[in-house]
C-alpha cells in the first residue's frame, strides 16, 4: 500500500458537510470518502492508475 501523508485542506463548511453525510450513507470516514472521490475524479479524468493504484499514471516522454 502507499504511503500516507498527511494534508491540511481547507474547504467550504457547506461541502464539508455534505461530504461528511456522503461519507455516513456510505459508511466510510470523512478521509476515506475524500480519497474515494479524489481517486474517482481522476479516474474519470483519465489521469487515475487502476484501482488501487493511489496517483496519477507517469508521463510519457515523446
Not at 476515506?32 to 510519457?60: H, N, T, V, W
Request: proline share 6%; net charge positive; glycine share 10%.
Amino acid at each position: 500500500m502507499a504511503e500516507r501523508k498527511p494534508f491540511l485542506l481547507r474547504i467550504d463548511d457547506r461541502i464539508l458537510e455534505q461530504v461528511k453525510r456522503w461519507a455516513d450513507d456510505d459508511l466510510r470516514s470523512l478521509n476515506a470518502q475524500i480519497e474515494f472521490l479524489l481517486r474517482d475524479s481522476l479516474q474519470r479524468a483519465g489521469r487515475g492508475k487502476e484501482p488501487g493504484g493511489g496517483g496519477p499514471p507517469a508521463r510519457k516522454n515523446k
